[in-house]
């Protein structure tokens, strides 16, 4: 996963981020599973300005978290292309196209019936509209009710309705597990969440971080950005760190920047820190942990799991 500025990083999480071994089970996550619920779906289909006449069989997903989300609806046959970043299930239709920088050529060259990106870069959107080509725009969710309405305006235009609702079912009803087996504590532990070696974190306002809260943990970057006025991605110091001695240090950069609990240690003045110490640097996959897709229950099961080992 390449390194992406704080913009970037925030337009493709929702660090939020996070996923679905349990919630998308097997049949939802391997390409040509689940094959459709015509019966239950209606054409036309509508999501907002877009209506689709008929079932589209010509899907180009720009967004890793959307490609994730139609294959975990079963509309995976329908996908024939989607982007350089996505890589989540095995064997999805990758390709040379850019989400950060879309070309209209490039893309009406897939001759697609839909197109799903997460950003208007480019003006993307006009450009295809003039190509005749329906775009749906699904932004970075900020909220897990985000993540929720996207699968569903997917199912909805992809004729997986049913698929859709019962995805979303499935993960309200594991995260909702997860957080009710938390133990209970009298003080909240403290954590640093870690996009990258440049100690750019995520505070309690962006997607990832509302999943850290909800694991009843405290942001040690929050201060950082009390004004939000980084978007809720601020830069670290390692002395900020240093001084707020946070019990977890959550590593989202293990795969782009070969971070572990051994390099961590390793930098200067970070052996002392309790996190350290306790042997509770936890490693993240860094694609789960920068997506709000259907793996995002993933995510918070790896953040309760690392937060339950702790006596309360």
């Not at 989607?82 to 095995?90: E, F, G, I, K, L």
């Not at 942990?289 to 309360?312: T, Y």
Request: glycine letters at 6%; a negative charge; one cysteine or more.
């Amino acid at each position: 996963m390449s390194r992406r500025t704080p913009r970037l990083l925030a337009a493709t999480l929702a660090v939020a981020a996070l996923a679905l071994g349990a919630c998308a089970e097997k049949a939802d996550d391997t390409p040509g599973a689940g094959s459709s619920s015509q019966s239950a779906a209606a054409f036309p289909a509508t999501v907002g300005n877009i209506t689709l006449d008929e079932r589209p069989e010509k899907i180009v997903s720009l967004s890793p978290s959307v490609t994730e989300m139609l294959f975990a609806i079963g509309a995976g046959p329908q996908v024939t292309a989607v982007d350089d970043n996505s890589d989540y299930p095995a064997g999805v239709p990758k390709s040379d196209l850019s989400g950060f920088q879309p070309n209209a050529e490039a893309i009406a060259g897939r001759n697609p019936d839909l197109v799903v990106i997460s950003d208007d870069r480019n003006k993307i959107v006009d450009q295809l509209g003039k190509l005749k080509i329906p775009v749906l725009v699904t932004p970075s969710a900020t909220t897990l009710d985000d993540t929720y309405q996207q699968i569903t305006d997917l199912g909805t235009l992809t004729g997986h309705p049913t698929e859709a609702a019962d995805l979303t079912r499935r993960m309200r009803d594991d995260i909702a597990k997860l957080v009710k087996d938390l133990p209970q504590r009298s003080e909240k532990l403290t954590f640093y969440h870690e996009l990258g070696t440049e100690l750019y974190s995520a505070t309690s306002k962006t997607f990832i971080g509302s999943l850290y809260a909800m694991a009843g943990l405290e942001n040690i970057a929050d201060p950082a950005d009390a004004d939000n006025k980084n978007g809720g991605y601020p830069q670290l110091s390692q002395e900020i760190i240093v001084k707020a001695d946070p019990d977890f240090i959550f590593l989202a950069d293990t795969k782009c920047c070969q971070q572990s609990a051994d390099t961590v240690k390793a930098r200067a003045g970070w052996s002392g820190l309790t996190a350290v110490k306790n042997n509770q640097v936890v490693a993240l996959d860094d694609s789960v942990a920068s997506r709000w897709g259907p793996r995002v229950v993933d995510l918070l099961r790896a953040i309760v799991d690392a937060v339950a080992k702790v006596p309360a």
